[in-house]
């Protein structure tokens, strides 16, 4: 669908355009809104990089990229709007003598928007070289990717460095997951509705899951990854914000410190985890080889580049704990890992279950009630009800059937595009909306959170367990809620694969 609006011209500069990041997913969102008609026709897309490049080459590389990482064929006549917008300059991002060159490209009566996507060690040399070209002023905005820094310590520096030029109203620290439909729909679902408003906490929920399943490996970014780790690739921000989602205040309003005030709360509440309750608390693994997909793959050791010794680990699970009034006594089970048999995504909230037991013939037990949230693959939101078996038997011996209430988004909103969380972020960020960012204080206090984790495995002496690839994860990921008499959530796609 064609939107109608249009929006304020926006110098767009891409720093660290020729990388991963830019080529896979920035620069497709960027084409995305121009095709969505959600860019002013005025707006520029300027790409830095260090290598020599004309831009005939980078609109070349731009268009090899989009047959790769679209998903879908280019639509021409969008094509060449895009690239009539589209520029290139190479600027060695440490010297900040390089930087005079952005001033030819850039209209300073204009919103900028500079996107970060290089390693977080160089976002104060990229401030300090805008400020040298004179390009800063308050309408400017910059996006900083995550994760950032590699603890608490070294993102005040980064988070220091960048202060030091922008007020924190100009930084937009993004986390995709935040970008991602369904992650938004969490604030819908909570809000918008009294069945699970009213039904949020200690007192109706038993337990929550939080599982992000990856079926890829580190995709060749051993150098990145090898110091990262699942914990602060994915656990010290996705996971978190999940969490801060599904746990936080009504806010007072939609508005972006209303919002990230009550997910500051939060994560301030988080129970510590260290070297007295580590083992009770977390699984971590490594994968080894074993088939994803029907294909043989490495093990993590094995991977182009790897040092043989590394102990970091590509899977985590924890037992996290709020202690608040409303989340007493609820455990939330994270679990993130790569090489697992899918890609999947989902948030369960096991609600508690009944009393008592009416229909003793039936079930032993009843089965509890859960409203599960498909982050991804098919987007949706799931309800387990109990349901009466139609049939004339009589009222002592009534059949109970479990039963799923489905909703998925592309069945529902079949005319609507999902749009990728890159896109939405994006257009936020272009329009000046910071409410879908982590501020500073979140970043923090995650890091103290996540800090206090890596320091007790690192004192324990333990190396993370081998986990075959292709399957959920070291064997004592499952023993964490076995032993708490719960099991995780068996994924439909699970389901369908078996
Ligand atoms: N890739 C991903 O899926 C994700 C990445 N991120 C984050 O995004 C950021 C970018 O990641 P990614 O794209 O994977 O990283 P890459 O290493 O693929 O790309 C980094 C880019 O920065 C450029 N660069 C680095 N140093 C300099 C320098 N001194 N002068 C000029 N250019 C420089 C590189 O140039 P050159 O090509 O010349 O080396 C490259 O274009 C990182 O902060 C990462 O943590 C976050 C989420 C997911
Ligand atoms: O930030 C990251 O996210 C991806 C997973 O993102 P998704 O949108 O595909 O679920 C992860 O593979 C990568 O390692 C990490 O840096």
Not at 128 to 149: F, N, Q, T, W, Y
Request: charged content about 25%; hydrophobic content about 40%.
């Amino acid at each position: 669908m064609v939107a109608e609006k249009k929006y304020e011209p926006i110098d767009f500069v891409l720093f660290g355009t020729a990388g991963d990041l830019a080529r896979r997913k920035l620069l497709p969102s960027l084409y995305q809104l121009d095709k969505a008609n959600l860019l002013h026709e005025g707006s520029k897309v300027i790409g830095v990089a260090r290598r020599e490049m004309s831009k005939d080459e980078y609109v070349e590389t731009i268009r090899t990229n989009f047959e790769s990482f679209l998903g879908e064929a280019v639509c021409e006549e969008t094509w060449l709007r895009f690239i009539a917008r589209v520029d290139y300059v190479k600027i060695d991002m440490t010297e900040p003598e390089d930087y005079s060159k952005l001033c030819a490209h850039v209209d300073k009566s204009r919103v900028m928007v500079c996107y970060f996507a290089t390693p977080p060690s160089i976002f104060g040399a990229l401030c300090k070289g805008m400020d040298h070209a004179g390009v800063i002023d308050e309408s400017v905005r910059v996006v900083l990717e995550k994760p950032i820094g590699n603890d608490l310590a070294s993102s005040i520096v980064i988070n220091d460095q960048v202060a030091e030029f922008f007020d924190e109203k100009q930084i937009y620290r993004i986390d995709h997951y935040l970008g991602k439909e369904t992650v938004l729909n969490l604030i819908a679902l909570r809000f918008a509705n009294s069945i699970f408003a009213t039904n949020w906490d200690h007192n109706c929920i038993d337990h929550v899951q939080v599982s992000v399943a990856e079926s890829v490996g580190i995709e060749g970014r051993w150098g990145y990854f090898d110091d990262a780790g699942q914990m602060r690739d994915m656990v010290q921000n996705h996971l978190l914000q999940i969490l801060t989602l599904i746990a936080m205040e009504p806010p007072a309003t939609l508005d972006a410190d209303s919002i990230r005030d009550e997910k500051l709360k939060v994560l301030k509440a988080l129970r510590p985890i260290n070297s007295s309750n580590i083992n009770d608390k977390t699984v971590r693994g490594q994968y080894g080889t074993g088939f994803v997909a029907g294909k043989e793959v490495p093990g993590y050791l094995d991977e182009p580049d790897a040092n043989q010794k590394s102990a970091t680990e590509t899977f985590v699970a924890i037992k996290a704990e709020i202690d608040n009034w409303r989340w007493a006594g609820v455990p939330f089970y994270l679990r993130t890992g790569k090489r697992l048999p899918a890609k999947v995504s989902e948030i369960v909230i096991y609600f508690k279950r009944q009393p008592h037991n009416l229909f003793s013939d039936s079930f032993s037990t009843l089965p509890p009630n859960k409203l599960v949230i498909r982050l991804q693959p098919d987007e949706g939101v799931e309800v387990t009800v109990m349901n009466k078996v139609p049939g004339i038997a009589s009222m002592g011996s009534m059949d109970l059937q479990k039963s799923q209430l489905d909703l998925s988004f592309s069945e529902e909103f079949a005319d609507s595009r999902i749009a990728d969380a890159y896109e939405k972020l994006l257009l936020e960020v272009m329009q000046g909306n910071q409410a879908l960012f982590v501020r500073r204080d979140e970043v923090e206090q995650a890091w103290r959170w996540a800090d206090s984790i890596i320091d007790a495995w690192k004192h324990s002496n333990e190396a993370p367990e081998t986990y075959q690839s292709g399957t959920w994860g070291p064997v004592s990921s499952i023993g964490l809620l076995a032993k708490e008499g719960r099991s995780w959530y068996e994924s439909k796609i699970k389901r369908k694969r078996k």
